[in-house]
Nanobody
Framework: QVQLVESGGGLAQPGDSLRVSCTAS????????MGWFRQAPGKEREFVAA????????YYADSVKGRFTVSRDNAKNTVYLQMSSLKPEDTAVYYC??????????????????WGQGTQVTVSS
């Protein structure tokens, strides 16, 4: 069992930067691929970014490519999402998710085994 706790959300202005973090319990963090998803009111949860568990590769939704960066620190059991050039349409609850060593599509909600409770990110002037 893995527990994921997000932190770092909040209010930002358009163009600002913000970093959200997700810390996992347990000693096998390095064996999990980690994903970030977001859900805005009235919309479905959507893929934002992911980082795999082996050879470190990253994946991004087209809407955030070039603005967001996902990274991980296995020594701290933490995955980060650095967000820059924020836009009002980035407003959502951001969730991290963990997938145990498999090759399921990291862009799909159903591919993950564990989810955090989410952290609100609001971009508004």
């Amino acid at each position: 069992q893995v527990q994921l706790v997000e932190s770092g959300g909040g209010l930002a202005q358009p163009g600002d930067s913000l970093r959200v973090s997700c810390t996992a319990s347990g000693r096998t963090f390095s064996s999990y691929a980690m994903g970030w998803f977001r859900q805005a009111p009235g919309k479905e949860r959507e893929f934002v970014a992911a980082i795999n568990w082996g050879r470190v590769m990253t994946y991004y939704a087209d809407s955030v490519k070039g603005r967001f960066t996902v990274s991980r620190d296995n020594a701290k059991n933490t995955v980060y999402l650095q967000m820059s050039s924020l836009k009002p349409e980035d407003t959502a609850v951001y969730y991290c998710a963990a997938q145990w060593r498999s090759y399921r599509d990291l862009k799909l909600v159903g591919s993950y085994d564990y989810w955090g409770q989410g952290t609100q990110v609001t971009v508004s002037s």
